[in-house]
């Protein structure tokens, strides 16, 4: 199983990055915040068949061309590389 994130510095570049840890427990939070809502959706799409992949689903909202995004890992009940690498991932396909 994969455990909880200890090198925390790992972290580091995605909290530059618009990522924040989330208040009240251990996981990744970003907004991303698209030019209308057929972008957030696509970009939706594509992210899940990367989520489905790796077999590491995210927890997220959209309204309009916003997308909220919790990434965390229930199974070790915080955050893992797994969300670190699903994190960079989505960064990437949001250009
Ligand atoms: C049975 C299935 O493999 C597990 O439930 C997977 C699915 N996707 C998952 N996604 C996330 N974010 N955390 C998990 O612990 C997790 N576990």
């Known amino acids: 199983m994969t455990e909880k994130l200890t090198d925390r510095t790992a972290l ?3 909290l530059a990055n618009g990522w924040a ?3 009240g427990r251990d996981a990744l939070q ?3 915040t698209f030019a209308n809502f ?20 995210p927890e997220w909202s ?3 061309k916003t997308v909220n995004v919790t990434l965390t890992t229930h199974d070790a009940d ?3 590389e797994l ?3 699903l994190a960079q991932a989505m960064d990437r ?3």
Do not use: Q, R
């Open 83 to 85: 969300d670190v690498k």
């Open 38 to 57: 057929i972008n957030a959706f696509g970009w939706m799409t594509s992210a899940a068949i990367v989520a489905e992949k790796m077999n590491h689903h």
């Open 12 to 14: 580091d570049p995605l």
């Open 78 to 80: 915080g955050i893992t």
């Open 62 to 64: 959209n309204v309009y």
């Open 21 to 23: 840890l989330a208040d």
């Open 93 to 95: 396909l949001a250009g």
């Open 30 to 32: 970003k907004t991303y």
